[in-house]
């Protein structure tokens, strides 16, 4: 979709950093890391938010979410690791494409981030 960030990172029209990538998701580090590894997954295919998904698209998408929370858990050495998903802007959402956090956790001991 013209205008949107997501779909220019996906057609690489603005760089990012990219950890994984099948036919219809990616997933990449957020611009603005709440913690240390901070991801994003998206599908490649425009939807506004949750409520746009259909079953097809849902899999698509949360298939990938175990696998990859997983994968950034052990990379970042994180202690646990919250799954958050913001839809409309009275939930906290800013990017109208829709976008699954991964956000590692960390002990303290370790420096929280
Ligand atoms: P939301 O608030 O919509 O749930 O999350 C949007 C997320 O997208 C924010 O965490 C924000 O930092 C991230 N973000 C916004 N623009 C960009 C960008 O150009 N590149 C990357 N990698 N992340 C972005
Ligand atoms: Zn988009």
Not at 11 to 31: Q, R
Not at 82 to 93: D, K, L, P, S
């Amino acid at each position: 979709m013209k205008d949107c960030i997501f779909c220019k990172i996906i057609n690489n029209e603005i760089p990012s950093f990219k950890l994984y990538e099948n036919e219809y998701i990616l997933a990449f580090l957020d611009i603005s890391q709440v913690t240390k590894g901070h991801v994003l997954i998206i599908p490649k295919e425009h939807y506004k938010d949750i409520h746009e998904l259909d079953e097809t698209a849902a899999k698509n998408i949360f298939k990938n979410v175990p696998e990859l929370a997983t994968a950034v858990k052990e990379a970042f050495n994180a202690s646990g690791i919250n799954i958050v998903n913001n839809n409309g802007e009275a939930a906290g959402q800013t990017v109208f494409h829709y976008h699954v956090h991964i956000i590692p956790r960390y002990n303290e001991k370790d420096g929280f981030r």
